[in-house]
């Protein structure tokens, strides 16, 4: 097999990697967005509690493992062509808006362990590896970090909403299959 034969198929299992991480990514932030809304009505002090904040915390640990090396073939990948139809500044503003979304996540990636430390939470994945404490118990601390996930939480939605109109308006404008905008579906021609 030739050199290039070779690049040409890492480059196309290194695709299909992305289209697995993104698929996963998008899967685990829809789960976690749901266990998000179960934790503001369970009650504070409760094993039910207790135990939807370990896996909310777990499942964001997940979330950034898979980020990482989705990130790194953002960077190192290159990126599909753009759609025939699309004008370069509106492939970029949807391309953007992708990127804006991985890294909205890194953000609440981020300071979700550091917000459950500054509570005195253990964070742990799945209680096989634990991860040593950064931050310690500190109330203003707890305030100030569980705003700013809490922030980032309904900027993902306004960011959410926001890709979705992108995409509606490409799709009416330029014939651009709205869904290259979700995981593991070409960007189109």
């Not at 992305?18 to 932030?29: G, H, N, R, T, Y």
């Not at 370069?88 to 804006?100: E, G, I, P, V």
Request: with cysteine; charged share 10%.
């Amino acid at each position: 097999m030739s050199a290039q034969g070779e690049q040409s198929q890492v480059s196309g299992g290194l695709v299909a990697l992305e289209k697995l991480l993104s698929v996963a990514i998008f899967a685990f932030v829809l789960f976690q967005m749901y266990m998000s809304t179960k934790v503001g009505v369970t009650p504070r002090g409760t094993p039910a509690r207790e135990a939807l904040q370990h896996t909310h915390i777990a499942v964001g640990l997940t979330v950034l493992l898979l980020l990482v090396p989705r990130l790194w073939l953002w960077v190192t990948l290159p990126r599909p062509p753009r759609p025939a139809r699309v004008p370069a500044a509106a492939d970029a503003l949807a391309r953007h808006c992708n990127l804006a979304f991985y890294l909205t996540l890194l953000g609440f990636c981020l300071t979700g362990p550091l917000f459950a430390w500054s509570e005195g939470h253990a964070v742990s994945w799945f209680g096989i590896v634990t991860l040593p404490e950064l931050v310690a118990k500190s109330y203003r601390l707890s305030v100030t970090l569980g705003y700013l996930h809490s922030v980032i939480g309904f900027w993902i939605l306004y960011l959410t909403g926001f890709t979705l109109l992108v995409a509606i308006w490409q799709a009416i404008r330029y014939r651009a299959p709205p869904w290259r905008l979700l995981p593991a579906f070409g960007w189109g021609r």
